[in-house]
């Protein structure tokens, strides 16, 4: 496929226009920083703490409906129906609602600088440093998966190759993401969300007229999946269908349980509640943005509808289409945009992609760097370290880590498995920890670290094919009836309850601490002058 430089030539603007608007709010948070309104460690970690409730509703909405949600939920409408489809739609939408409802004024309240933090005060820190290892590897794995995702529709639609695409879309969120902080991140989010509505709404109409109509969209809701893709695909009926087993709906809700409150311990979403003016405003923000990706969950099924309904043949290009997507699912966004629609409509679709890569990856970086920096670094080893060369180190640990997650992308190449292995990571290994260390007074350090022991060897004992582990636990065998065993959320339940009963079997021993921060951010961001002591 040769290069379409037209397209390519938009692409560089887009990236242009982006990278203006984060130096721009890196210059607004450098100035607060000069005016005393906040240290520069805060900005650059938790801008100041001084986010609106509109910016800080739409950099929250904007890191959830990243690439690997817009692709994804097309690929799964597209291969299983949108039962499938809109599953992770509807599951993250309401872990931002719980979030909202129940963790986020808490943690605002305390104000605490990272997911960490709580686990911390609770835990200890070297507990606290030992549940950051899988929030942090959680972080790396989605901007993975998106990276995935980019580079994936850059290269159908622009004739770009995978390594490029991802490696020049990689630089360009790094490079803003180190010159402002969580203030550059979130006002590109803005931008870079409105760009996704923009550039999906006008590929919409283009798609639905080459797919038939309106009509035939309602005709394949009744059809069965283009071909077998996998499991699920497998087991589908039609678009609309119910599920043909019991097993195979407990199947599914084992998923859409772990999306749903596995969608909570992000330290990238907790840095957005705990960037706000207030928890007035913490709180509201994320329920706000609950129903907003509810909503733009919505272009993706259609498109993915679309693709079900397309007769490839028929397209010019479109039996290499066809045959592509034979082998690939995940390809069906960028082939709609490639052969579906008109260039221009196209090129603006790739920036509405583009777009919402970004609003995740950068989010996902500085999240990552910020846990290494607070909660390992200085907390483990340097406590006494100051805020310039915090702030330093932090925007050092982005362009690392950032790195780490373009190697981990171009290395797996699968928008799918990374998408619901680092939804794994953080609902078997986190959420327990953090629901009892911030509501259960007696949780203590020998009842997290046997919850965590019991939930993470339960949950390897199921296997995992991204990770190439054979199951090696006697789950009961579902498969050829429509379902697997649901031993994700069996290994949460079990490392909950675990943690529960040995935290009061041993409060003697280990009497529980309270909940309060160890180390205000913001004060060590007031008081912080040019030179500062390092360790």
């Not at 969950?297 to 007769?311: H, K, Y």
Request: proline content about 4%; hydrophobic content about 55%.
């Amino acid at each position: 496929m040769t290069i379409f430089w037209p397209g390519l030539i938009s692409m560089a603007v887009l990236y242009a226009a982006i990278f203006a608007v984060g130096v721009f709010a890196s210059r607004r948070g450098t100035k607060a920083t000069d005016e005393g309104k906040s240290g520069q460690l805060a900005e650059v970690m938790l801008a100041g703490r001084s986010l609106p409730l509109w910016i800080a509703f739409l950099t929250m909405t904007a890191t959830w409906v990243g690439g690997g949600y817009i692709n994804g939920t097309a690929e799964y409408t597209y291969s299983s129906g949108i039962l499938w489809g809109a599953q992770a739609g509807l599951g993250y939408a309401l872990s931002l609602i719980l979030g909202g409802l129940f963790f986020a004024r808490t943690m605002r309240r305390h104000g605490f600088a990272t997911l960490v933090d709580p686990l911390e005060a609770r835990y200890g820190r070297v507990t606290g440093a030992i549940l950051m290892v899988p929030a942090v590897l959680a972080e790396l794995l989605w901007s993975a998966a998106i990276l995935v995702a980019l580079g994936t529709t850059v290269g159908t639609v622009l004739g770009l190759d995978l390594t490029t695409s991802i490696v020049v879309s990689s630089a360009v969120a790094i490079g803003y993401t180190v010159s402002g902080g969580m203030r550059s991140v979130a006002y590109t989010d803005v931008l870079q969300l409105g760009l996704i509505a923009l550039g999906l709404g006008i590929a919409i109409p283009f798609a639905i007229s080459t797919a038939g109509g309106l009509e035939a969209l309602g005709g394949v809701m009744s059809t069965p999946p283009p071909a077998e893709s996998g499991e699920v695909a497998a087991r589908g009926a039609g678009a609309l269908a119910w599920f043909g087993s019991a097993k195979e709906g407990i199947y599914w809700t084992d998923f859409f349980i772990l999306l749903a409150l596995g969608g909570i311990p992000w330290n990238v979403y907790f840095q957005r509640v705990l960037s706000s003016r207030d928890e007035g405003v913490a709180a509201k923000q994320s329920i706000a943005a609950g129903f907003m990706c509810m909503a733009m969950a919505a272009p993706a099924v259609v498109l993915g509808l679309c693709g079900r309904a397309i007769d490839w043949p028929s397209l010019e290009g479109g039996v290499e289409a066809a045959t592509a997507l034979d082998a690939n699912k995940a390809l069906v966004l960028p082939m709609i945009l490639r052969y579906a629609v008109p260039m221009w409509v196209a090129i603006i679709g790739l920036g509405a992609i583009s777009a919402a890569v970004m609003s995740s990856v950068d989010s996902s970086i500085l999240s990552a760097a910020s846990l290494v920096s607070w909660n390992g670094y200085r907390r483990l080893f340097a406590p006494e370290t100051g805020a310039r060369a915090m702030a330093r180190l932090v925007r050092a640990l982005v362009v690392v880590l950032g790195s780490v997650a373009t190697v981990i992308a171009l290395t797996v190449g699968s928008i799918k498995e990374l998408w619901y292995l680092c939804g794994d990571v953080v609902y078997v290994a986190l959420f327990p920890h953090l629901a009892l260390a911030l509501f259960d007074q007696k949780a203590n350090r020998i009842g997290a670290l046997s919850g965590l022991g019991v939930a993470v060897f339960l949950r390897l004992g199921g296997g995992d094919e991204t990770l190439g582990l054979p199951a090696f636990l006697p789950y009961p065998d579902w498969s050829d009836a429509g379902g697997v065993f649901p031993f994700r959320t069996t290994s949460m339940l079990a490392g909950l309850l675990v943690a529960i009963v040995v935290s009061r079997l041993t409060a003697r021993l280990d009497p529980p601490r309270p909940l309060q921060a160890a180390a205000s951010i913001d004060a060590i961001g007031d008081a912080v002058g040019e030179e500062e002591p390092t360790g």
